[in-house]
């Protein structure tokens, strides 16, 4: 019994606890009196309008990930965490009275600064998917905070302020920063991609059968918009919450 509970205390005896998540909401009305009428158009154009903003913000999760591949290292739990996540929706809808009956019109506004919070969910089982290898190749070329890296996870990290939830920029191509231990080890080197000598700690590429120094502003690029960032190449199940815009009335009557 003493040799299981050594071998197993890290799946049979791990008491789970709840991680807090955090969240907050609001709701801004703005609108104008039913009877508001400035400019003596009978309340026609500028009563009863109603302006409405409903916001949310939710701590990122957290999740276990101990270098890919289901790998578990003893005393990891709970080591990463996704980017917050927001939210601001929008509603504009102004009524309009005549004869016993009201004229709602409205426009709805969904996600209105179109936030881009990354996915996972909806990835499952799709090919080149968001799913196994492809997650545990997008996390490793993320640029993580130290803190964050254990040396034991099995590959080199370049020290960044990246966090899971990151996405490279739109329209911008993939540009591979590949962390190596020193070039002189790297044997069939790729000419798109940036090579990072963590013995030297430079940014190198392969030109002319020779190792140089990347362009400065080639390299400052390509960090500015995280082109570095390995996306899965399913992207329409990237982000699930696209800015929405609906029109639409209602029309009431009073008996």
Do not use: C
Not at 47 to 54: A, C, G, I, K, V
Not at 95 to 110: I, N, R, T
Request: proline share 5%.
């Amino acid at each position: 019994q003493r040799t299981y509970e050594r071998d197993n205390r890290e799946t049979d005896l791990y008491q789970s606890k709840p991680v807090p998540s955090p969240f907050a909401r609001f709701s801004l009305d703005l609108f104008t009196p039913v009877d508001y009428d400035p400019m003596g158009s009978n309340g026609f154009l500028f009563s009863d309008w109603r302006l409405n903003f409903t916001g949310s913000w939710q701590n990122g999760n957290y999740f276990t990930w101990a270098g890919g591949g289901g790998a578990s290292i003893p005393g990891i739990r709970n080591n990463m965490k996704y980017k917050d996540n927001y939210l601001l929706d929008m509603r504009v809808s102004k009524s309009f009275k005549f004869m016993g009956a009201e004229l709602l019109v409205f426009m709805d506004v969904f996600n209105l600064p179109n936030f881009k919070n990354l996915s996972i969910n909806s990835n499952t089982n799709i090919p080149n998917g968001f799913i196994g290898t492809n997650f545990d190749e997008y996390i490793k070329s993320l640029h993580m905070p130290s803190d964050k890296y254990d040396s034991r996870f099995g590959y080199i990290n370049i020290t960044g302020e990246d966090k899971p939830g990151d996405v490279r920029k739109d329209g911008v191509d993939y540009v591979p920063i590949v962390a190596v231990g020193s070039t002189a080890g790297v044997t069939t080197p790729f000419s798109t991609a940036i090579y990072y000598d963590a013995s030297s700690q430079q940014y190198l590429e392969y030109k002319n059968n020779a190792w140089v120094q990347v362009d400065q502003g080639r390299l400052n690029k390509a960090l500015d918009d995280k082109a570095y960032i390995r996306m899965p190449s399913m992207s329409q199940f990237l982000f699930l919450n696209p800015r929405d815009m609906y029109f639409g009335m209602k029309l009431t009557f009073d008996f």
